[in-house]
């Protein structure tokens, strides 16, 4: 049995409490993680592009997975839009969650490059079993 591939995942969450569950939920859905969090949509783009600028060092990588909290001003669609702007971006799944659960805000994150939208699980257990989805989703893992 091969042992798994380190997963890289950068989360966009302002609030304390939910960086701490997000974090949580993602480690205990796949083992071999490397994190980082930010609390903006305009730090992950910094983020994001500071690690561009060093790509040649082995451990400066895009992402394989962004998941990001919809919360104006924290992160908001002109942040997915932006992101969707640079070509090495443009192939990371982005996946955002909000506390509302209106469908306007679901289809404009798909219009804006988001590769999917999810309500806010009320739960740690809903929310690691979303992401456990999300992995599977997009090929990340198969169990």
Do not use: C, W
């Amino acid at each position: 049995m091969s042992e798994k591939k380190k997963l890289s995942v950068l989360i966009a969450e302002d609030d304390p409490d939910d960086q701490f569950l997000f974090r949580s939920a993602v480690i205990d859905a796949y083992k071999h993680v490397d994190l980082h969090i930010v609390a903006t949509g305009q730090q992950l783009i910094s983020y994001l592009l500071q690690k561009a600028v060093y790509a040649e060092k082995a451990d400066n990588s895009k992402p394989d997975l962004i998941l990001a909290d919809l919360r104006t001003p924290f992160f908001n669609l002109s942040n997915i839009r932006e992101l969707r702007i640079y070509s090495q971006f443009k192939n990371i799944p982005l996946y955002v969650f909000s506390i509302n659960a209106d469908r306007d805000e679901a289809s404009s994150v798909i219009e804006a490059g988001g590769s999917g939208f999810y309500l806010k699980p009320a739960t740690y257990h809903q929310l690691k079993s979303v992401i456990k989805e999300i992995l599977k989703k997009t090929g990340l893992t198969s169990s």
